[in-house]
């Protein structure tokens, strides 16, 4: 497994890293063989692990927490937090209070006295960012966190944040991990230029779509509950999908390639990408994903996906997994 650097933080990760959501009840409900699916893909030379306080409501950071016991010194172990964790409406959301209390929270499931990137899962409009990286300093500077990222932020927002850090003295979001894969390419708008300008490493996570890139059965039927609505196809935008993951295996055939390879492939390929998360429910997904860990599309290739979808496209918007406060809430827009 190939190794870049996190941002500028001379932390080495694995151009995979191991997405966890699905590992507890969200997804695997069996611990134990849960713990080989992360054991398999540290053997097969992934070091960088992400999970997240809320996933299976701390499920899987336990279950990280279990399978690191003798290996955690030998991985960068990545968790974020935000989403409620409870009913209480001061449990979630970047506030001081609740990232401290989070933390150690976090530090106990996973059972041990540093996060080596602690993440902020989404944007909270209700806290100034001066607060919340505020908190994060003291966690750096304390030693129970070694670097502090973002997720699914929108560009404007971590240039916000860079100069709030320099202007208030505090540590500097190292990272960015937002959804990108073939079907959902806004982030290379704007989002990845400035991760770049800011030498922010960029960690992404969707890469297969939730499954349209999965090489799965697309219907609607063989679903249920909310996925039935992703995946209607007599929605306009999932028809779009529908007709654009075609093409895309046909490419993907072409050039003799599964297509979550050419999936995966098309994402590292961008310059930005430091890492790819891969969230495998079961160790054969696993084990199918890491056969195209050397997969490298040629110019040609990559020329004919962005005549598919090109550059800057969400085929759904809702793919972007953020709408602005401006745009969510009508009384923003109206006297």
């Known amino acids: 497994m190939k190794r870049r650097i996190l941002g500028g933080t001379g932390i080495s990760v694995s151009e995979y890293a191991l997405g966890t959501m699905m590992l507890g009840a969200w997804g695997n409900t069996d611990h134990d063989d849960c713990v080989r699916i992360v054991h398999h893909a540290l053997d097969a030379g992934i070091n960088f692990i992400d999970t997240a306080d809320v996933y299976a409501a701390g499920e899987s950071e336990e279950i990280v927490g279990k399978a690191l016991k003798g290996r955690r010194d030998d991985v960068v172990l990545a968790t974020k937090f935000f989403n409620p964790m409870g009913p209480d409406a001061n449990h979630g959301g970047n506030s001081r209070r609740w990232i ?65 850090a320099e202007r208030r003295g505090h540590v500097r979001f190292r990272s960015e991990q937002p959804p990108y894969s073939i079907l959902a390419r806004s982030v290379e708008n704007a989002v990845l230029p400035t991760a770049q300008r800011y030498g922010m490493g960029v960690l992404t996570w969707g890469p297969l779509s939730a499954g349209w890139l999965s090489g799965r059965d697309l219907s609607a039927s063989s679903r249920s509950g909310l996925e039935t609505q992703k995946f209607d196809l007599s929605v306009p935008e999932n028809a779009r999908k529908a007709e654009a993951v075609g093409a895309l295996s046909k490419l993907a055939a072409e050039a003799g390639l599964p297509l979550p390879h050419l999936a995966t492939a098309f994402v590292r390929a961008h310059p930005a990408v430091t890492s790819v998360i891969i969230g495998p429910r079961t160790l054969d997904q696993l084990t199918s994903l890491l056969d195209g860990a050397e997969v490298t599309l040629s110019a040609d290739v990559l020329d004919r996906i962005d005549a598919i979808v090109p550059p800057g496209t969400d085929l759904n918007r809702a793919d972007s997994y953020y709408v602005p406060p401006a745009v969510a809430d009508a009384s923003l827009r109206r006297r």
């Open 100 to 164: 401290i209390r989070a933390v150690e929270d976090s530090l106990r499931r996973l059972g041990t006295d540093h996060i080596d990137l602690y993440q902020v899962h989404r944007p909270d409009p209700t806290t100034d960012i001066d607060e919340t990286l505020g908190a994060l300093s003291d966690l750096v500077r304390s030693g129970k966190v070694r670097a502090v990222g973002t997720s699914t932020f929108p560009a404007e927002q971590i240039v916000e944040a860079h100069w709030t």
